[in-house]
């Protein structure tokens, strides 16, 4: 399987990603995450990508682009990726296209989860993530156990600087300036499926699951 997924801030990729990489056994690529993890570890490619990130607007294209690159050339992709978070703009996609030919590869779909900007909002805010191992929670939606600490570590969790309420609204504005384009550019291509991104998440990828596999609905 070789999926991208598309769809604001919020819209669900990242939990989506996981579980689709989970059930067709391919890596999940997160273009956000690699560049927290760089962050994290202080590296070149951290520093390059901090105040963009920090702002809520997009890392450049050549280095985003260098990066995916990379990651698409390690043995594990091979067998497939779901690509969560790239592209991003239409240059990305038309690099994208370039690395997939490159590899005599073609993409399966492009995936977009549809959800209405006040609920993007209140998912942002209210998430929180662990620090440790990643995990993903809401304040609402999916709460932990125990208020304030991970289920699966027990670290304590933390919101992500970009998730504060002003940094979402720099996104969400990115996002219908230079991404939603990509909406277009798939359809064309005859590969954009569309799914209903407000469900609960297993319903969401049962659905997205049928889709892939030739249902209609
Ligand atoms: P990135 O990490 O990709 O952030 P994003 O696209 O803004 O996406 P999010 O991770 O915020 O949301 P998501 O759609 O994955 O939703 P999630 O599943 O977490 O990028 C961060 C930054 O990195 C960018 O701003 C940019 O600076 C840079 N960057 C990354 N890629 C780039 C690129 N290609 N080019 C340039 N720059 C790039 O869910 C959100 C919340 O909702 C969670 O709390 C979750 O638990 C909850 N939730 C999810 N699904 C459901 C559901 N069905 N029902 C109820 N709650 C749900």
Redesign the pocket.
């Known amino acids: 399987m070789r999926l991208i997924?598309l769809?604001?801030?919020?819209?669900?990729?990242?939990?989506?990603?996981?579980a689709l990489a989970a059930h067709y056994r391919v890596p999940h690529i997160?273009?956000?995450?690699i560049?927290?993890q760089n962050l994290t570890q202080g590296t070149e490619l951290g520093e390059r990508?901090r105040s963009?990130?920090q702002?809520?607007?997009?890392?450049?294209?050549d280095?985003?682009e260098a990066m995916?690159d990379a990651r698409l050339g390690e043995p594990d992709a091979e067998a497939g990726f779901i690509l969560?978070?790239?592209?991003?703009?239409v240059p990305?996609a038309k690099a994208l296209e370039v690395m997939i030919q490159r590899r005599g590869l073609r993409l399966d779909a492009a995936l977009l989860?549809v959800v209405p900007e006040d609920l993007l909002t209140l998912?942002?805010t209210?998430?929180?993530v662990c620090p440790q191992c990643g995990a993903?929670?809401?304040v609402q939606?999916?709460p932990p156990k125990r208020d304030g600490w991970c289920d699966h570590c027990g670290a304590a969790l933390v919101q992500?600087p970009?998730?504060s309420l002003e940094t979402v609204k720099t996104?969400l504005r990115?996002?219908e300036e230079q991404t939603a384009p990509l909406i277009g550019y798939y359809r064309d291509r005859g590969l954009l499926r569309e799914v209903d991104?407000?469900?609960?998440?297993e319903?969401?990828t049962a659905h997205v699951v049928r889709l892939l596999e030739g249902g209609n609905d």
């Open positions: 997924l769809g604001a801030p919020g819209a669900g990729k990242g939990t989506q990603a996981q997160s273009t956000g995450e560049f927290r990508a963009y990130m702002k809520g607007l997009l890392v450049p294209d280095v985003t995916v969560d978070g790239f592209p991003r703009t990305q989860l998912r942002l209210g998430r929180r993903n929670y809401h939606f999916h992500r970009d998730d996104r990115v996002y991104g407000r469900r609960p998440v319903e969401v």
